[in-house]
């Protein structure tokens, strides 16, 4: 009960990316509305992972923790962050192909979904290879969030590093 407790949040974020997904994906609205939908939603759900980052961290902060339940609160993390990112910048290119390049002109659906999790991903790493890049404000700042997302995360997980060190040792 515990566990189903603490992954509702993820699965609401997740349910609400689908729903963005499906509208944009089937059209059922002109593209300023769409956009009107998905940049307030996109800001909502960064300014909720940043409110689960940090909540965790002063849940976290002075307590004993078990590894494998931090573990898993990042691995989730990550994947909701990548996951999410990737459905709203699979929107905004749907809504505006000039709003990335990069994207090979003619490709399937799921093909370019991928290329969008690939992006999320490199973007969530900082690694940023450079091959597809945002266009305009709007996609900038939203991978700026991401940017400062994935940077939080890291910090999060370097300050718990002596929690995570005692866990483990104790262990063996």
């Known amino acids: 009960m515990k566990y189903i407790k603490e992954t509702a949040p993820f699965a609401y974020v997740i349910f609400l990316g689908i729903a963005i997904f499906l509208l944009d994906l089937f059209e059922f ?12 939603v996109a800001l909502f759900k960064a300014s909720y992972f940043l409110y689960l980052l940090i909540s965790r ?16 609160f990042i691995a989730l993390s990550v994947l909701l ?13 749907r809504i505006d192909a000039s709003s990335f390049s990069g ?9 370019e979904f991928l290329a969008f999790f690939y992006f999320s991903v490199s973007t969530f790493t900082t ?20 940017l400062s997302i994935g940077w939080l995360t890291t910090v999060l997980v370097i300050g ?3 929690h995570l060190r005692e866990d483990l040792t104790q262990r063996h």
Do not use: H
């Not at 609205?29 to 307030?40: A, D, T």
């Not at 962050?81 to 290119?93: A, G, I, W």
């Not at 690694?127 to 991401?146: C, E, F």
């Open 57 to 72: 961290l002063r849940k976290t902060a002075g307590q004993q923790f078990f590894f494998y339940q931090f573990a898993n």
């Open 29 to 40: 609205s002109s593209e300023s509305v769409r956009k009107g939908i998905l940049i307030p």
């Open 103 to 111: 994207i090979p002109p003619g490709i399937s659906t799921l093909k």
């Open 127 to 146: 690694a940023g290879l450079g091959d597809i890049t945002p266009r305009g404000s709007l996609t900038q700042v939203l991978v700026a969030l991401q």
């Open 81 to 93: 962050v990548v996951v999410s990112f990737s459905l709203d910048y699979y929107c905004f290119y």
């Open 160 to 162: 718990n590093i002596a």
